[in-house]
């Protein structure tokens, strides 16, 4: 017999499915789904300290300019290239070294915020543009998020790649956009809404529980929400809160009948946010989804001082958490269909400050992990390792990025299912760059 509650639920989520019905939106979601998994690292993480070259030259150029900062060589975690190329991980990320060999994870070089390609003369010189308020936290995260870097359209790129494609979501009532960690631009397009859930939190109201006081209760507070009111900051307060209902009860549903994930994931803040995301894809089906975006974060990355052990803490959760949520794709049977990537506002200065640790920079290495990377390689290419080289924007290293946000953004939405024709509206910047695909996805 089903309870009051899982009928409820059940018809509520049949419902959403609309016409299309709950069986078509199921077999759609399996034969068809593909989710992208925004990891932000908050506060600017060092790249040089993350990805070290390992060949003998590039080696003592990185120690000379490191100085204290400098990981010993025979710490860091080799990842060769097929390509040729000697780089290693920071000790910490050992974690990720079994999927670079498995070749399910790449590195880009040296991304960051770009409108169009630049040299170190033209940005010396001035007048050439550039990102507004390159070495600011708030600036640049939102660029990051937005991929605007000279104004706020008000919208992200994830949510501007989710409006292209919420047709493929039809007869599901569920967001396409999902954030675990709070508020986030980069979901928000211009039809795209995201919802947010705590990560291990009972996400229907408390108390909820199917018993007639609960029914009771329940019912009044939809009376409540349907009062008509003439104030429009209360209309939109009771529709979103309307809205966090209705998802709530959609998801707890889904999770509650699920069986529990087998893979163990760290119990760290983001352990515990790419559980939720394993656990929300596990009930992708009974959601009708073939499209989904999350956006996770971890934050601690403004290391201006004490920076070797606060970075190692870091780069620990960051790897473990990394690999166990790989792992959980595979036992969910989607390790070609979840594209995880990470990104973060800036990197570090290639020159230490003066409490041991680093100043804000520029461009820094990105990871992108998942069944259809082509990885075991880097892409894009690494900056010179010296202060008032070619690559360096001033005189501390800091590193003028090789490769756009845009054509890094614009590599992981077409291979979400963004057409190339819809590319420039989801990164208006796009068309100053000659390469629009970097090619590290199959």
Not at 26 to 50: H, I, M, P, S, W
């Amino acid at each position: 017999m089903m309870t009051r509650r899982e009928l409820f639920l059940s018809a509520g989520m049949a419902a959403g499915f609309g016409r299309l019905g709950l069986i078509n939106a199921r077999a759609q979601a399996a034969a068809d789904y593909k989710a992208l998994v925004c990891v932000f690292l908050f506060g600017g993480n060092d790249g040089v300290n993350t990805v070290v070259p390992l060949d003998a030259a590039g080696y003592q150029a990185y120690a000379a300019g490191r100085g204290s900062l400098a990981l010993p060589a025979n710490m860091l975690v080799p990842v060769p290239q097929a390509s040729g190329g000697a780089y290693g991980l920071h000790p910490s990320l050992d974690a990720l070294a079994p999927l670079w060999t498995q070749r399910r994870m790449a590195i880009v070089a040296n991304v960051g915020m770009l409108v169009r390609p630049l040299t170190r003369q033209e940005y010396r010189a001035g007048g050439a543009p550039v990102p507004r308020n390159l070495f600011s936290h708030s600036d640049q995260q939102q660029q990051w998020q937005t991929a605007a870097p000279l104004q706020s359209p008000g919208t992200g790129w994830g949510g501007r790649a989710a409006d292209r494609l919420h047709v493929l979501n039809a007869g599901s009532s569920f967001p396409m956009a999902l954030s675990v960690s709070g508020g986030a631009i980069f979901g928000v397009g211009q039809a795209t809404q995201p919802t947010t859930i705590v990560p291990g939190s009972n996400m229907a109201l408390e108390g909820s529980d199917g018993t007639p006081a609960a029914e009771a209760r329940d019912a009044a507070l939809q009376e409540i929400l349907l009062f008509p009111s003439s104030l429009i900051l209360m209309q939109e307060a009771n529709a979103r809160l309307t809205d966090g209902v209705r998802v709530g009860k959609l998801i707890s549903g889904a999770i509650g009948s699920s069986t529990p994930l087998s893979t163990a994931f760290p119990d760290t803040g983001l352990g515990r946010q790419l559980r939720q995301v394993a656990q929300v894809i596990q009930v992708r089906q009974e959601l009708g989804m073939r499209r989904q975006i999350f956006f996770c974060s971890m934050g601690g990355y403004d290391t201006h001082t004490a920076q070797l052990g606060t970075h190692a803490a870091l780069l620990r959760q960051l790897g473990d958490a990394l690999a166990a949520f790989y792992n959980a794709t595979q036992e969910l049977g989607v390790g070609g269909q979840v594209t995880t990537f990470t990104q973060s506002e800036f990197g570090r200065t290639f020159q230490p400050s003066q409490g041991a640790g680093t100043d804000h920079a520029w461009g820094s290495p990105q990871f992108v992990l998942g069944g259809a990377v082509r990885g075991g390689a880097a892409y894009g290419r690494f900056p010179e390792l010296a202060m008032q080289g070619p690559d360096d924007s001033g005189n501390r290293g800091s590193w003028i990025p090789s490769v756009s946000l845009d054509q890094y953004g614009a590599t992981l939405a077409r291979w979400f299912g963004v057409r190339d024709a819809d590319l420039n509206g989801v990164f208006p910047n796009l068309v100053n760059f000659p390469t629009r695909d970097l090619g590290l996805l199959a």
